[in-house]
Nanobody, 122 residues
Framework: QVQLVESGGGLVQAGGSLRLSCAAS????????MGWFRQAPGKEREFVAI????????DYADSVKGRFTISRDNAKNTVYLQMNSLKPEDTAVYYC???????????????WGQGTQVTVSS
C-alpha cells in the first residue's frame, strides 16, 4: 500500500501557473504508474494525466494537453503536475493516484491522496 499526500494547490488568476506535488510513502512507489485526476463541484472525477514508472511515457486529457506537464522523481518518491495557462474551468480538487495499468479510468487506480484545491479566478 502506498500513502499519497498532495500539496501545492491554491488560488491563482487565469493565465497563471501552479505546480502540484504528490509525495508517496512506501518502498513500492517506483513500481507504479502515477496519475492525476480532478473533481469539480457537482461533477465526476476526471482524468488529467498519467506517467509511467520510468517517467518516459506520459498521456494527457485533451483539455490540458499543451498546458500541463506531469513528471516524477523516483528518488524523492514524488510526482508533479506543472500547470500553466490556467483557466477558470481548471478549478477543482486535484488528486494523485497509483495504478499498475495504463489507463485514464478512475476504476484502474487504487491508492488515492486526499486532494488539493486549485481555484482559478477570472
Amino acid at each position: 500500500q502506498v500513502q499519497l499526500v498532495e500539496s501545492g494547490g491554491g488560488l491563482v488568476q487565469a493565465g497563471g501557473s501552479l505546480r502540484l506535488s504528490c509525495a508517496a510513502s512506501g518502498r513500492t512507489f517506483g513500481g507504479y504508474n502515477m496519475g492525476w485526476f480532478r473533481q469539480a463541484p457537482g461533477k465526476e472525477r476526471e482524468f488529467v494525466a498519467i506517467i509511467s514508472v520510468s517517467g518516459g511515457r506520459t498521456d494527457y486529457a485533451d483539455s490540458v494537453k499543451g498546458r500541463f506537464t506531469i513528471s516524477r522523481d523516483n528518488a524523492k518518491n514524488t510526482v508533479y503536475l506543472q500547470m500553466n495557462s490556467l483557466k477558470p474551468e481548471d478549478t477543482a480538487v486535484y488528486y494523485c493516484a497509483t495504478t499498475t495499468s495504463w489507463s485514464s479510468s478512475v476504476a484502474a487506480f487504487h491508492s488515492w491522496g486526499q486532494g488539493t484545491q486549485v481555484t482559478v479566478s477570472s
